[in-house]
């Protein structure tokens, strides 16, 4: 069984490491994984930059139907870095810590689920 990434160049050189973002080398501003073009002046001279594990919890929802990979009840929600960008992410619940807006989270690099004989790689969020 070998382990794929969810997307390619979303990780840094290790699968099990960091996300990698960019850095826009014309107008400075950070960038999230899988930019292309700066969205803020259009440049492709992007500089990689791996990302920390942690965020805010900007907002949230449970999703009372299943996903392609995800048995309902599951939550999903937008995860702000401290770089100004948000990413979409499946939610992990922690007993005893319900989601709040503004809560720090951190994120988890794991299998999310099988794709014949792979683990798809990708990345999840938990209350810290
Ligand atoms: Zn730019």
Redesign the pocket.
């Known amino acids: 069984m070998a382990k794929v990434p969810l997307r390619e160049n979303l990780f840094t050189e290790r699968i099990d490491g960091n996300l990698m973002g960019y850095k826009?080398k014309?107008?400075h501003?950070m960038l999230p994984p899988l930019t292309i073009t700066?969205q803020?002046?259009f440049?492709n001279d992007l500089e990689p930059i791996p990302l920390g594990k942690r965020g805010k919890l900007f907002a949230f929802t449970t999703n009372f139907l299943n996903s392609a990979h995800f048995q309902a009840p599951f939550s999903t929600g937008y995860v702000e870095f401290p770089e100004g960008f948000k990413l979409f992410s499946v939610l992990e619940k922690i007993e005893g810590k319900p989601f709040e807006i503004g809560m720090e989270m951190e994120m988890l690099i794991q299998k999310l689920w099988d794709k014949g004989e792979d683990e798809v790689i990708g990345y999840k969020f938990r209350p810290v």
Do not use: E, F, G, Q
Request: glycine share 0%.
């Open positions: 826009c014309s107008c501003h700066c803020y002046c440049s």
